[in-house]
């Protein structure tokens, strides 16, 4: 890792201090091509972590008259609840702003 990052420094010191321009996408392929090296090459599924896909669709497809957004528990409820609070006090306060523009205040 050490090795790519100098590469990557000394690539920056040349284009910045290089009196010839440098062909810019051949520093964008070196870059890239750096980059693409350094990703991990294993999911997270291959190791060791539980799959829980059949789990979690027994729970979502159980028919109980519950909303598929609310099926999720207790963290859905309060992601869902907190989501539509934020929209009815973001809604309110357009129309505060809006009325506020609408009748500017009457110099005195």
Not at 48 to 60: L, T
């Amino acid at each position: 890792m050490t090795i790519k990052i100098t590469q990557l420094l000394y690539l920056c010191y040349l284009c910045a201090n290089n009196p010839i321009p440098i062909n810019i996408m051949i520093v964008f392929q070196i870059v890239r091509n750096l980059v693409l090296r350094t990703r991990p090459t294993q999911l997270n599924s291959t190791r060791g972590a539980k799959n829980r896909v059949y789990e979690n669709q027994k729970a979502f497809q159980e028919p109980n008259n519950v909303p598929i957004h609310l099926k999720g528990g207790t963290f859905d409820q309060l992601l869902y609840r907190g989501t539509m609070g934020s929209v009815i006090v973001g809604t309110l306060w357009t129309f505060y702003e809006l009325g506020k523009a609408c009748l500017p205040q009457q110099p005195k």
